[in-house]
């Protein structure tokens, strides 16, 4: 069974910076993708970042591009969200999701596996 454990958000100021992971565990990942997304309050919850567990592909969202960096450590089976010159409009909970999909990476319904979410406060 897929588990995905977020932790790492808190509260920071605008202009401060946050690093989230999830450990994942329950399987082998390296025909996986993992991904990240946030949903604030009220909204649809949306794409932020995907790694490809084996390497190679990463894509991130427009809103978060030269500001967020997703990475992976294989050896610990965790994936990183490094948050920079972050926004009050960043502000949301934050999910880990995997996919063994080649398809809708970018998308809510591409992704099976989700963890319980961090939240995230940027104030400004």
């Known amino acids: 069974q897929v588990q995905l454990v977020e932790s790492g958000g808190g509260l920071v100021q605008a202009g401060g910076s946050l690093r989230l992971s999830c450990a994942a565990s329950?399987?082998?990942?390296?025909?996986?993708?993992m991904g990240w997304f946030r949903q604030a309050p009220g909204k649809e919850r949306e794409f932020v970042a995907f790694i490809r567990w084996s390497g190679g592909s990463i894509y991130y969202a427009d809103s978060v591009k030269g500001r967020f960096t997703i990475s992976r450590d294989t050896a610990k089976n965790t994936v990183y969200l490094q948050m920079n010159s972050l926004k009050p409009e960043d502000t949301a909970v934050y999910y880990c999701?995997?996919?063994?999909?080649?398809?809708?990476?970018?998308?809510?319904?591409?992704?099976?596996?989700w963890g319980q979410g961090t939240q995230v406060t940027v104030s400004s």
């Open positions: 999701a995997a996919s063994d999909r080649v398809l809708d990476l970018a998308r809510r319904a591409g992704y099976d596996y």
């Open positions: 329950g399987r082998t990942f390296t025909s996986y993708t």
